[in-house]
């Protein structure tokens, strides 16, 4: 029993310790054609200017833009720094059941999905930043005005989720692509709650993510991006 306890302190020493449930980083970016999307609603507002005929859903949805990029500068950083849980995506072998004869049968991969959503949860400042932010950004999918759908491109961002070691290094990354929020959590209220801080649900979809090897995490370490992660988290 000695020999195995030593056996796994020493595995353990030689893996620097175990990782850490509470040791995360997240960086959720928006949609990259946000700025292509604020210079065309700008225009939208100047033709407005000189057409009566403008539909109220066409300057509702300029004015989702404009919201959504002012609400991305004021919370990015407080959204990366009040996620207070995030779920790591799976990765799923799609197969197919294959029987020669009354042989037992085996099962052949067929293909590969990315089966469920990055489901994450957020500390809610005093005025709801965080839930309007994803509120916006659900309204450049869909307007709630003219219930209609927007392009693809331009509602979809991505994530990167990271676990730190003790020492605050990034150990293992992956980063999701074409995310976005596809549900928005309801608060439950309460008197009952008084000491508690009110939390918002949201969960993402997203098309696949990719392991940050080990080669990208060390040239991840010069980038403005770690930097960023550094700088929010106060590392």
Not at 91 to 114: E, F, K, N
Not at 149 to 163: K, L, P, T, V
């Amino acid at each position: 029993m000695a020999v195995g306890l030593q056996k796994f302190i020493s595995s353990m020493n030689r893996s620097k310790g175990f990782a850490r449930l509470s040791r995360y980083a997240v960086v959720i970016t928006p949609p990259g054609n946000l700025e292509n999307l604020a210079n065309i609603a700008g225009q939208g507002d100047l033709d407005a200017g000189n057409n009566t005929n403008t539909e109220t859903g066409q300057a509702d949805e300029f004015n989702n833009v404009f919201r959504f990029q002012s609400l991305g500068k004021q919370v990015a950083q407080q959204l990366t720094l009040h996620c207070n849980s995030i779920s790591m995506p799976g990765h799923d072998l799609q197969a197919q059941d294959m029987q020669h004869g009354s042989a037992p049968g085996r099962q052949i991969v067929q293909s590969h999905d990315y089966a469920g959503t990055i489901a994450a949860s957020f500390y809610l400042d005093s005025h709801l930043r965080e839930r309007h932010y994803f509120e916006q950004w659900q309204k450049m999918a869909v307007s709630t005005t003219t219930h209609k759908a927007n392009y693809y491109n331009d509602y979809i961002g991505s994530m990167e989720i990271f676990q730190l070691d003790t020492n605050n290094e990034i150990t293992y990354g992956i980063k999701a692509t074409e995310v976005y929020p596809s549900t928005i959590g309801g608060i439950e209220y309460s008197y009952d709650s008084a000491n508690q801080v009110a939390t918002q649900a949201v969960s993402f979809e997203y098309r696949q993510w990719y392991n940050l090897t080990e080669n990208a995490i060390h040239t991840y370490r010069n980038s403005d991006s770690y930097n960023y992660v550094l700088k929010t988290y106060g590392y």
